[in-house]
C-alpha cells in the first residue's frame, strides 16, 4: 500500500508535490495529507507497528522527492578533503547534478566538487579510468551518444582546471577489445576507498539502486598513507595505477603521445610507472 500511494502520488502530482511526513506525524496523519494532495477521501488507517511504518514512510517518501544519496554525501566529503590524488574507476563519468537554478543542498555535482578541489589544492590529481563504450546496448543509441557526450563534457571541466593534472584513460583487454567495467571504484589520498555500484552520474548517485562500501585502514605505513588502500587493484583487469606512494603520484602526471596509439604513464622520482594496456580518451 505505501508504494502504491506513493506511485499514484507521483503519477498525479509530481515528485516536487509529495508531502514529506514530519516526526511527529502518524500513519494516518501522513495518509491523510497524501488523500487531500490527491483530492480523495481520507481512509481510515489501524497499525500495529506504527514506529517502524512511520519512519518506513518518512524514508520512501523522502527517497522518492530526492533520492538517498548515500553514496553522494560520503565520496563529496572524501573529494573535499582530497590531498595527492583522486582515482576514478567506472563504466559511467558525468556531472551529477545539474539544478535549473542556485544548486539546492541535495544538488551536489561531483565533478564540480573535484575541479573546486583541484583549484584549491594544486598538488592533487586526477586519475579517470573509464571503458570505451558506455554500459548500454548498441541498441540505445540515444542513449550511448549521450553518456560519451557528457563523459567528454565532464572531462573537459576538469581538464579546463588544469590538463596536467589530469589522466583520462580507458583499459584495453584481449587485442582490440577494450575492457568493460561494471563496478565503480574511487581512491583518495591511499587513505580512504569507495567500492561498489553506485556509478558517478546523476541517476547512480541519486534514484538508482546500488551497494556500496566505503572503507578506511587503521594500518598506516611511513608515509601516512594506508597499506591495505595502496594495494588495493585498480580494478578487475589486473590495472595497476601504482599509488603506493600518494605523496609523489602523478607528479609529473603526463599522456604520452605514441606512433601506434595513446598510453598513460605516470612518471615519478625518474622512472615510469604504466597504467596497464591502456588508450587515452
Not at 519512519?55 to 517518501?61: C, G, P, S
Not at 605514441?258 to 580518451?281: E, I, P
Amino acid at each position: 500500500m505505501r508504494a502504491a500511494l506513493i506511485a499514484l502520488t507521483e503519477a498525479k502530482l509530481g515528485l516536487s508535490a509529495i508531502p514529506v511526513p514530519q516526526p511527529g506525524d502518524t500513519i494516518q496523519s501522513g495518509v491523510n495529507a497524501l488523500a487531500d494532495a490527491l483530492g480523495v477521501p481520507r481512509p481510515t488507517i489501524n497499525v500495529a507497528n506504527e514506529d517502524r511504518l512511520r519512519r518506513q514512510l518518512q524514508r520512501e517518501m523522502i527517497t522518492a522527492r530526492a533520492g538517498q544519496r548515500d553514496a553522494l554525501w560520503s565520496l563529496a566529503r572524501a573529494i573535499g578533503q582530497a590531498r595527492e590524488f583522486v582515482y576514478v574507476e567506472g563504466p559511467a563519468f558525468a556531472r551529477t547534478a545539474r539544478p535549473a537554478g542556485p544548486p539546492k543542498k541535495h544538488e551536489i555535482d561531483l565533478v564540480e566538487t573535484l575541479r573546486a578541489r583541484m583549484q584549491a589544492n594544486p598538488r592533487l590529481k586526477v586519475m579517470l579510468c573509464m571503458p570505451r563504450l558506455p554500459d548500454f546496448v548498441a541498441a540505445k543509441a540515444n542513449w550511448v551518444r549521450a553518456t560519451l557526450a557528457h563523459r567528454k563534457q565532464a572531462i573537459e571541466t576538469l581538464t579546463t582546471q588544469d590538463r596536467q593534472r589530469v589522466a583520462a584513460f580507458h583499459p584495453i583487454g584481449f587485442p582490440g577489445r577494450p575492457s568493460a567495467i561494471r563496478t565503480t571504484v574511487v581512491i583518495v589520498d591511499n587513505v580512504w576507498a569507495m567500492v561498489g555500484t553506485s556509478h558517478w552520474r546523476r541517476r547512480g548517485m541519486t534514484f538508482d539502486g546500488g551497494c556500496d562500501v566505503a572503507s578506511i585502514d587503521r594500518g598506516f605505513n611511513g608515509r601516512g598513507t594506508s597499506a591495505g588502500i595502496a594495494l588495493f587493484p585498480a580494478g578487475t583487469d589486473g590495472r595497476q595505477a601504482r599509488r603506493h606512494d600518494s605523496h609523489r603520484a602523478g607528479e609529473q602526471l603526463r599522456v604520452v603521445d605514441a606512433a601506434g596509439g595513446t598510453g598513460v604513464r605516470l612518471r615519478r622520482a625518474g622512472r615510469s610507472v604504466g597504467l596497464g594496456r591502456t588508450r587515452a580518451l
